[in-house]
Nanobody
Framework: QVQLAESGGGLVQAGGSLRLSCVVSRRTSSGLNMGWYRQAPGKERDLVAVISRSGSTRYADSMKGRFTISRDDAKNTVYLQMNSLEPEDTAVYYC??????????WGQGTQVTVTS
């Protein structure tokens, strides 16, 4: 069983920054592929960024150059640094973990609101 706890969301003005954290409640997060997804009101949940067990990363096109995903397996934590935030980034951000067998786990989400 894997439990995920996100934090770091909040209210920020356009152009500002936030750093989201996701703590993984498991002996080690090193065997997991990790990711961040977001869901805006009335829209589907979309990929933001993923980081593999080996540390390779992939981003949605609209986040490239603005968002950075990273992981610290010693702290069982995954981060999402978000810079140059835009009102269109307003959404609930969810942490995702995928085991080596493909099982998926989700956090409860953290709200990010960007005002113009």
């Amino acid at each position: 069983q894997v439990q995920l706890a996100e934090s770091g969301g909040g209210l920020v003005q356009a152009g500002g920054s936030l750093r989201l954290s996701c703590v993984v409640s498991r002996r080690t997060s090193s065997g997991l592929n990790m990711g961040w997804y977001r869901q805006a009101p009335g829209k589907e949940r979309d990929l933001v960024a993923v980081i593999s067990r080996s540390g390779s990363t992939r981003y949605a096109d609209s986040m490239k150059g603005r968002f950075t995903i990273s992981r610290d397996d010693a702290k069982n934590t995954v981060y999402l640094q978000m810079n140059s935030l835009e009102p269109e980034d307003t959404a609930v951000y969810y942490c995702n973990a995928e085991t080596i067998l493909g099982r998926q786990y989700w956090g409860q989400g953290t709200q990010v609101t960007v005002t113009s």
